[in-house]
Nanobody, 127 residues
C-alpha cells in the first residue's frame, strides 16, 4: 500500500504564498513513481495543477504557470507545491497523487493515470 499525506494548506490573502507538501510512504511506493498535484473547488471537477515529468521538466496547467512551482525530494519521498501570487480562484482542496512504481503516465494531467491519492488539504484565498 501507499500512503500520501498532504500538509501546508490554510487561509491566505490574495497575493500571498503557501507551500504544500505531500509525504509518501508505504512498501509499494517507489521514489521513481510519477506524482502530481490536483485540486478541486466546490461544485467543480477535479483539475490538474502540475506534475514533474519522470524524464525531465515539469508541466503545469495554464492558470498556474509562472505562479506555482513543483519540486520533488526523492530522498524524503516528498513533493512540494509552492504557490505564489495566490488568487481567489485558487481556492480548492489540493490533492497529491502517485502512480504505480515503474509506470510512466501517457497523459500526466489525466487523473486516471494515478492509483494513489492523499486526503487533501484545503487552501482558501481571501480577496
Amino acid at each position: 500500500q501507499v500512503q500520501l499525506v498532504e500538509s501546508g494548506g490554510g487561509l491566505v490573502q490574495a497575493g500571498g504564498s503557501l507551500r504544500l507538501a505531500c509525504a509518501a510512504s508505504g512498501r509499494s511506493f517507489s521514489s521513481a513513481a510519477a506524482v502530481a498535484w490536483f485540486r478541486q473547488a466546490p461544485g467543480k471537477e477535479r483539475e490538474f495543477v502540475g506534475a514533474p515529468k519522470l524524464n525531465e521538466g515539469t508541466i503545469y496547467t495554464d492558470s498556474v504557470k509562472g505562479r506555482f512551482i513543483i519540486s520533488r525530494d526523492r530522498a524524503k519521498n516528498t513533493v512540494y507545491l509552492q504557490m505564489n501570487s495566490l488568487k481567489s480562484e485558487d481556492t480548492a482542496t489540493y490533492y497529491c497523487a502517485a502512480g504505480p512504481a515503474g509506470y510512466t503516465p501517457h497523459i500526466y494531467s489525466d487523473y486516471n493515470e494515478y492509483h494513489y491519492w492523499g486526503q487533501g488539504t484545503q487552501v482558501t484565498v481571501s480577496s
